[in-house]
């Protein structure tokens, strides 16, 4: 299990149909947007959905990847679209399979950063793209993680203050 199978972030589905470009970063959108019609999508690192939801609106061939097998099951349940449980360390796909890789606010997060950027390059056809991001140090997500994120993790110890961690 992972921290995310317990908070998988699933606040996703508050966002239909076009709406979900408001979660997705400007940079993405056009990468996405400039997609041809027939391309093929991996979403390494998918969590919820917040981009494979978009992916799969927008009708392109996608397939989500994630450590957490709870995000998995709410991408295939919710949006009906494929998900496989898996590392991005050691992707279960063969070498180039995809026109796009998408790593968004994930590499960091790995034990090997440089064997994780290998993978998903592995897993990119050639002439393919792959878009990663990674939070600057110092950004808002680090505010976010450091500050409220150290007071809901905290909250989320004890089942005495978890109801008010999940209430808010």
């Known amino acids: ?58 009708g392109f061939r996608c397939v989500g990847l994630d ?7 709410i991408v295939s349940q919710r949006y009906r679209l494929p998900g496989i449980v898996a590392d991005n360390l050691r992707l279960p ?9 998408i790593s968004d606010g994930v590499l960091h997060h790995t034990s090997d950063p440089p ?3 290998a993978e998903n390059c592995r897993a990119v056809r050639t002439g393919g793209l792959l878009y990663l991001a990674v ?21 989320l110890r004890s089942g005495a203050t978890r109801w008010l961690v999940h209430a808010t």
């Open 115 to 117: 064997r994780a950027f």
């Open 1 to 58: 299990a992972t921290f995310y199978d317990e908070h998988p972030f699933d606040w996703v589905e508050a966002y239909p149909g076009e709406e979900r470009r408001r979660v997705i970063s400007e940079p993405l959108l056009r990468v996405i947007d400039a997609l041809a019609a027939d391309a093929f999508v991996l979403d390494v690192g998918c969590g919820a959905g917040r981009v494979l939801s978009y992916l799969g609106f927008r």
């Open 67 to 73: 450590r957490s097998a709870q995000a998995v099951s």
């Open 135 to 155: 939070y600057r140090p110092g950004g808002r997500y680090e505010f976010l993680y450091k500050y409220p994120g150290a007071m809901i993790r905290l909250g």
């Open 93 to 101: 796909l063969r070498t180039g399979v995809a026109d796009l890789v």
